[in-house]
């Protein structure tokens, strides 16, 4: 009938992240200039969600060449226990040879893998542009695309924490 529900998969464990431990983010260097605006939405509303009466849990940041060595980076950080989400951001571009469609897809899955075998909540700031081309247009609109989704990270992962403290 009604069976408690186990969290924990057959290879790890799941322990809810104790209160006040740092969120994790790891950022592609692949246009690191675009991918950093990232960072600046998710800390400027991480903080205003945290307000004025305790500091907001620290954002450790990690780097790595590119977005298809984020998830193995993303799992050793939720394993280690020391995160309470683990943030990942990059711009995958068409480079003209059809390849980004299958890095992205590659990084999305990886990163769910991550949160299902670990129990950590991972969440992506990865975007996959249509079309990206290196001039200013371009670089200005995708800058200021990614300022707003570091912002709804910030707002995914501190709703997600929420919850998941709750259960």
């Not at 464990?13 to 740092?22: D, E, I, K, N, R």
């Not at 990059?90 to 769910?112: K, N, P, W």
């Not at 670089?139 to 707002?155: C, I, M, T």
Request: aromatic share 8%.
């Amino acid at each position: 009938m009604n069976q408690p529900v186990s969290l924990a998969s057959s290879s790890t464990s799941f322990t809810p992240a104790a209160p006040g431990l740092p969120v994790a983010w790891i950022a592609a260097q692949w246009h690191t200039d675009i991918v950093e605006r990232g960072h600046e939405g998710f800390a400027a509303e991480w903080a205003r969600l945290h307000g004025a009466a305790a500091p907001a849990p620290a954002i450790e940041r990690f780097a790595v060449p590119g977005a298809f060595e984020m998830p193995l980076l993303a799992q050793r950080l939720a394993r280690s226990g020391r995160y309470a989400a683990v943030v990942a951001c990059a711009l995958v571009v068409d480079g003209g040879i059809y390849r980004h469609e299958f890095v992205a897809a590659a990084v999305v899955d990886g990163l769910m893998r991550v949160q299902l075998d670990t129990g950590v909540p991972v969440f992506s700031v990865s975007l996959t542009p249509k079309d990206f081309h290196e001039h200013a247009t371009h670089r200005d609109f995708f800058s200021r695309h990614f300022v707003d989704k570091g912002a709804e990270a910030a707002r995914a992962c501190q709703q997600t924490l929420a919850v998941h403290a709750a259960v």
